[in-house]
């Protein structure tokens, strides 16, 4: 049974920063790329960011480009999202997905889900 589980969410000041793990169990995560999206209140669920199986491709939406960071522990099949310089922009509930497809942030391709996890940036 495929399990991805988000941790690492909460509320923060703008400006400051937050690190979420995804942790993924029942899968081969070398052939699996790993995608964040978001989903603010009343809006449309986001791409955000992915990470190929190898980890060795990232790909990133404009808006978070040089803030956010992606990576991959291979040991612990977990992937990470370092957020800096958070945004009140930022807001919203964050998946992790996994698909076959490196390279894609069309929500679409992914075949897990997570349970997601709340980031809340205000002052």
């Known amino acids: 049974q495929v399990q991805l589980a988000e941790s690492g969410g909460g509320l923060v000041q703008p400006g400051g920063s937050l690190t979420l793990s995804c942790r993924a169990s029942?899968?081969?995560?070398?052939?699996?790329?790993i995608g964040w999206f978001r989903q603010a209140p009343g809006k449309g669920r986001e791409g955000v960011t992915c990470?190929?199986?190898?980890?060795?491709?990232?790909k990133y939406v404009e808006s978070v480009k040089g803030r956010f960071t992606i990576s991959k522990d291979h040991n612990t099949n977990t992937v990470y999202l370092q957020m800096n310089n958070l945004r009140p922009e930022d807001t919203a509930v964050y998946y992790c997905?996994?698909?076959?497809?490196?390279?894609?942030?069309?929500?679409?391709?992914?075949?897990?889900w997570g349970q997601g996890t709340q980031v809340t940036v205000s002052s």
């Open positions: 029942g899968l081969n995560s070398e052939y699996y790329a």
């Open positions: 990470i190929s199986g190898s980890g060795e491709t990232t």
């Open positions: 997905a996994a698909c076959q497809l490196a390279g894609t942030l069309d929500a679409d391709e992914y075949d897990y």
